[in-house]
């Protein structure tokens, strides 16, 4: 079975930083592309960032310059660097897999998803 679990969330004051990992199990994460998402309070789920097989990379235009996307195929973990944080950046985070070497368009196109960890900004 494809198993995807995220940690790092946590609570942080707007300007601090934040590393959330997404361990797989039961694949080689190597094969695949690992998306991150997040989804805010009565919003809808939003793709933050992806990397692709061949370590292609894209970002949301509200994140661009302060997260960063990475893979340690060694360790079957992707992760998402995040400084800088702001308010708006609150929400339940996600890593998912699509059945893709590269990175869909959109959240449906990803089909094995983590349970997400929470991330808060606030002052």
């Known amino acids: 079975q494809l198993q995807l679990v995220e940690s790092g969330g946590g609570s942080v004051q707007p300007g601090g930083s934040l590393r959330l990992s997404c361990k797989a199990s039961?694949?080689?994460?190597?094969?695949?592309?690992i998306g991150w998402f997040r989804q805010a309070p009565g919003k809808e789920r939003e793709g933050v960032s992806c990397?692709?097989?061949?370590?292609?990379?894209n970002y949301a235009d509200s994140v661009k310059g302060r997260f960063t996307i990475s893979r340690d195929n060694a360790k079957n973990t992707v992760y998402l660097q995040m400084i800088n944080l702001k308010p708006e950046d609150t929400a339940d985070y996600y890593c998912?897999?699509?059945?893709?070497?590269?990175?869909?368009?959109?959240?449906?196109?990803?089909?094995?998803w983590g349970q997400g960890t929470q991330v808060t900004v606030s002052s």
């Open positions: 998912a897999a699509p059945k893709t070497t590269g990175c869909p368009p959109t959240p449906g196109r990803f089909s094995s």
């Open positions: 039961g694949f080689n994460l190597a094969y695949y592309a």
């Open positions: 990397i692709s097989y061949a370590g292609n990379t």
